[in-house]
């Protein structure tokens, strides 16, 4: 009979611990792993918007070439030269083209007489906040880039920036004359608050959907791990390695189990078995002629009263049986008729000079209620009456050294060598 059928126990806790450790490391390494790939994507994902960005800016500056002129950056040059239609005209040219885009900001950039970076032509309106004036100084913030566009290096940004006025990208454009000399850039902002709200947002949603998924799956994969290993661990937490029945483990949680709802059963029963001579048949014939013995007591234990119980080896050479909802008498019957014929038959297993040494004492108690306060107690009960009955099997003897042929003769003469 399966343990699992009688007693619903828990696993031991090492096993707990085992487990435990084995599925945060799956956690952990999943989690990392995770990590890893979305921010890999992230940063694929960055890639792509800031190539898509620059290349918006080129087209951009291809197009504004084509309106742009040396007159143009030589004739404004002052706040005064806003009046002039040639740069009403590019103004024009340039605000079309921002809205157009969707871009924050589109203007040309010169130096003026002293050598310093000014505003040319902002394609803002002139009444617009934002708008800075022919010769206007160059915001101090974007004047490295300026520089560079200045002198004829082609900046296209590589990242946004986070500036006072939000989140922008922003490239710059030289703007060589026809003598290939540089005489000005243009210049583009795009506002790209709205683009890292969202991808902010995006990202939020993408851990925190990462981290359901990967809490899900490791959840689903836990109860599966733990449904594969149970068995393999209940089976080195619980088995004797040898007999391949119950151990002194599964014994004693057992017991808890049983002393935690004692009333629950109608009838509660222990048998004590202890191999008589274990110890005379390893030294006379070797330590494998007594496993044979304990693997043999084994199976007939369990062959009589696996159906009524679970059977334990609690020791080298000690069984016991726990048996609830099962009368005493019967139990009892089962003992001294069919076990002990089955003894009596597989006597000559074991022999040493000719003489059978397969030989099993035996005690049986139940829980009393108005006597007991715990199955200890009964435990107890049983390995006496078994102790009692292996002294009055040695105490037994006969005239002759033989095995007697009667099963009952054998069953109380059995033990006449020293245990």
Not at 377 to 394: C, G, P, Q, S
Request: hydrophobic fraction near 40%; charged fraction near 25%.
């Amino acid at each position: 009979m399966d343990r699992a059928v009688i007693f619903d126990k828990k696993k031991p806790r090492f096993l707990d611990r085992f487990e435990t450790k084995i599925i945060f490391i799956i956690v952990l390494t999943s989690l990392v792993s995770a990590i890893c790939v979305f921010f890999s994507v992230v940063k694929e994902d960055e890639k792509a918007k800031i190539s898509n960005l620059q290349y918006n800016a080129e087209s951009i500056f291809q197009h504004a070439s084509q309106f742009l002129s040396d007159e143009l950056f030589n004739e404004v040059n002052s706040y005064e030269d806003a009046e002039k239609t040639i740069f009403k005209d590019a103004q024009r040219r340039l605000n079309i083209t921002r809205r157009i885009s969707n871009m924050r900001y589109l203007y040309t950039i010169k130096r003026n007489a002293e050598g310093k970076p000014v505003y040319h032509i902002d394609g803002l309106l002139s009444d617009s906040e934002d708008y800075c004036s022919p010769g206007a100084p160059v915001d101090r913030t974007i004047l490295d880039d300026v520089n560079k566009a200045l002198n004829g290096q082609i900046v296209l940004a590589d990242r946004i920036k986070k500036t006072d006025h939000g989140y922008i990208y922003a490239s710059y454009w030289p703007y060589k004359d026809k003598n290939g000399q540089v005489v000005g850039a243009l210049g583009l902002e795009y506002d790209a608050t709205l683009l890292v709200t969202l991808g902010g947002k995006t990202m939020l949603r993408s851990v925190i959907g990462l981290v359901i998924i990967i809490v899900v799956l490791n959840i689903i994969f836990s109860f599966l791990f733990k449904g594969i290993t149970r068995p393999f661990h209940k089976h080195i937490a619980y088995t004797d390695v040898l007999t391949g029945i119950n151990n002194r483990t599964a014994f004693e949680l057992d017991k808890r189990r049983i002393n935690r709802a004692l009333l629950a059963y109608s009838n509660i029963s222990m048998i004590m078995f202890d191999l008589n001579n274990l110890k005379q048949v390893n030294d006379t014939l070797g330590h494998h002629k007594g496993d044979t013995y304990i693997i043999m007591a084994g199976q007939l234990i369990e062959k009589h009263f696996g159906p009524f119980g679970i059977t334990y080896r609690i020791g080298g050479d000690e069984f016991c049986v726990v048996s609830v909802d099962n009368d005493e008498e019967k139990l009892l019957s089962i003992l001294e008729q069919d076990f002990s014929n089955d003894l009596f038959k597989h006597r000559e297993i074991i022999k040493i000079n000719g003489q059978g040494f397969f030989s099993i004492a035996y005690g049986i108690a139940s829980f009393d209620k108005r006597i007991n306060k715990d199955i200890h107690e009964v435990f107890i009960a049983a390995d006496e009456r078994m102790y009692t009955k292996k002294r009055e099997m040695k105490k037994a003897s006969y005239s002759s050294m033989s095995t007697p042929s009667d099963p009952e003769q054998f069953h109380k003469q059995s033990d006449t060598v020293t245990l």
